[in-house]
């Protein structure tokens, strides 16, 4: 059993997936299915061995932070009544985080290049987030959007040298890929809420913005992978099955995705 836990492609996709699909599924009556994101990220970090947070690293920061947003995601549901102000504000929250995150690896930067590379990754992250909590009240477009995220995420950063960084976005883009397949088979009854948009939103930038620092991946790749939940808001089918949406929303954010991955993938043949 150890070992077969300790194969990546159960740590990157079979158990961030199942964990993803049994939180989504079981918290549905209880509109907690938009954990399932967290949850499947906290998955892959327990499996690999990271779930620890001493001595608090880059990474390790960044899964504090993005576990902490889908419990922040859950408490805005349960308190606020969803809005364009929020989304705005819990976007400029994130931007501000990732500069925590990633302060150390800024710091051994010179002056001008880290407060560059410290405005561009909130910028990215800022853009992200708010892009993806204006997805908060529709689960189809919003799976989809974290499906092509973690994905593209992680494929980049695979290709940028990050095998890491490439796994949790993988297993992020699995754990969202549980959810939407309930919200295939539930449609609107799977609330994907703000624990759901901010949780995938802002994991999935953070990552982006390590392989960016941390590895190869360039500015432009990282720029593109914030279009995917943008792209989700083109056109459905409007009175095809769930299923259908899922298929077609997921092709707009997979296109997105495979973008930010061909031009992570040209740069790193130079």
Not at 126 to 141: E, G, K, N, Y
Request: proline share 4%; charged share 5%; hydrophobic share 65%.
């Amino acid at each position: 059993m150890e070992a077969w836990l300790s194969h990546p492609a159960v740590q990157a996709g079979l158990a961030p997936f199942a964990v993803g699909l049994l939180v989504a599924a079981i918290g549905m009556p209880l509109r907690l299915a938009g954990l399932a994101a967290a949850a499947g990220f906290a998955t892959a970090l327990y499996l690999t061995g990271n779930f620890v947070f001493e001595p608090l690293t880059a990474l390790r920061k960044l899964a504090l932070v993005g576990m902490g947003a889908g419990l922040l995601g859950w408490v805005t549901d349960l308190a606020f009544k969803p809005a364009r102000t929020a989304g705005i504000m819990l976007g400029l929250l994130a931007g501000a985080a990732s500069t925590w995150v990633f302060s150390t690896v800024l710091m051994q930067r010179a002056p001008l290049e880290a407060v560059g590379h410290g405005v561009g990754i909130g910028l990215l992250v800022l853009v992200t987030v708010a892009f993806m909590l204006d997805l908060h009240s529709h689960p189809i477009r919003a799976g989809a959007a974290g499906v092509g995220l973690g994905l593209g995420a992680g494929i980049s950063a695979i290709l940028s040298a990050s095998a890491l960084i490439g796994m949790y976005g993988l297993a992020l883009g699995a754990a969202c890929s549980g959810f939407l397949l309930v919200a295939m088979i539930f449609g609107s009854r799977a609330a994907a809420g703000t624990s759901f948009t901010l949780a995938a939103g802002l994991i999935a930038s953070l990552l982006a913005s390590g392989a960016l620092l941390l590895a190869k991946l360039p500015w432009h790749a990282a720029a593109a992978l914030a279009l995917v939940p943008a792209a989700v808001r083109l056109p459905l089918p409007e009175r095809a099955h769930p299923a259908l949406q899922a298929v077609v929303a997921s092709i707009y954010a997979l296109a997105v995705a495979a973008l930010a991955c061909a031009l992570a993938w040209l740069a790193s043949r130079r």
